[in-house]
């Protein structure tokens, strides 16, 4: 299929439309609309053990140890002439931006659940402890964690196309009751609005679905740079907590644990794809 990029005043496609044409304007209008290539599909791929698993935007995740190689670089971020590219933050700090391993957990109705093989940065749940309004300070649909899935992680590391690839399931995901570890339905708190995005992080149920093995922690060496020395072991999860200022989050060991939403720790992200578009 191909993507739709915009309505332009000319056929060369320079000068968008950024003006809606008046309801009460007469006379004829002639607009352009571009579309882009088509996209490629997804190459669906699976490992020895027959588990399934894609690639699907980018990420700083290796970390490089040339120093020699990392003054030559600028910090321009851009593709070099073999396809690298490279997030450089100093003369002896670098990281190589790496596609995105997406490990498939689940297939329904034709939509996939995959979640990131690693964990890909840090960040806190939540900015505060307090209840917002109504809100409180672990509901996942207000929280930072969501704020900087629409912003940081989809806007910088996926393409249009592969926005719009993701776009072609069913993005949203539940946060009712049964989602989550705590189902006291007298937790004020609990069964939240459900969201909708291209990117999220796992609720509990759908973590508890990984397995063991699966569910435990593996870190990019982003990732423990960005940990730092106060950041926490484990990744977040977009479920509540025991009380009001926690939500869930996986150790290291692959439990389940509860902890205060503005704790800095791992996110592992999670996405779902519609695997009529996956190449076999």
């Known amino acids: 299929y191909y993507v739709f990029e915009g309505w332009f005043a000319d056929k060369e496609y320079i000068k968008p439309i950024e003006k809606i044409i008046p309801q009460n304007y007469k006379g004829n209008v002639t607009v352009y609309a571009k579309w882009g290539k088509a996209v490629k ?11 399934k698993y894609f690639y699907l935007g980018v990420y700083p995740q290796t970390a490089i140890t040339d ?20 997030y450089k933050i100093s003369d002896t700090l670098c990281y190589r931006v790496d596609p995105i391993r997406w490990n498939v957990v689940s297939t329904s109705d034709g939509s996939s659940y995959a979640v990131s093989a690693c964990v890909l940065d840090y960040s806190e749940f939540s900015v505060t402890t307090n209840k917002n309004g109504e809100f ?22 996926f393409t249009e196309i592969e926005k719009n690839f993701i776009a072609l399931a069913d993005m949203t995901v539940s946060n009712a009751l049964e989602s989550g570890y705590y189902k006291d339905k007298d937790l004020k708190w609990a069964a939240q609005n459900d ?33 730092g020395t106060d950041g926490a072991n ?47």
């Open 195 to 227: 969201t909708s995005g291209y990117l999220f992080v796992p609720s509990y149920a759908e973590s508890a679905a990984l397995g063991g093995n699966m569910r435990k922690p593996v870190y990019s060496d982003y990732a423990l740079y960005q940990k």
């Open 67 to 86: 120093e020699t190689f990392i003054r030559q670089l600028g910090y321009d971020n851009n593709v070099y002439d073999d396809g690298s590219r490279y």
């Open 234 to 280: 484990g990744y977040w999860l977009r479920s509540w907590g025991d009380k009001e200022n926690k939500a869930m989050f996986v150790n290291d060991d692959g439990e389940f644990m509860s902890d205060v939403v503005t704790t800095k720790r791992g996110v592992r992200l999670a996405v779902k794809i519609n695997e009529e578009y996956c190449a076999k």
């Open 136 to 157: 409180y300070a672990n509901n996942w649909e207000k929280s930072k964690l969501n704020g900087i899935m629409t912003s940081t992680f989809t806007k910088s590391h």
């Open 41 to 51: 599909n997804v190459s669906m791929l699976t490992d020895a053990d027959g588990s």
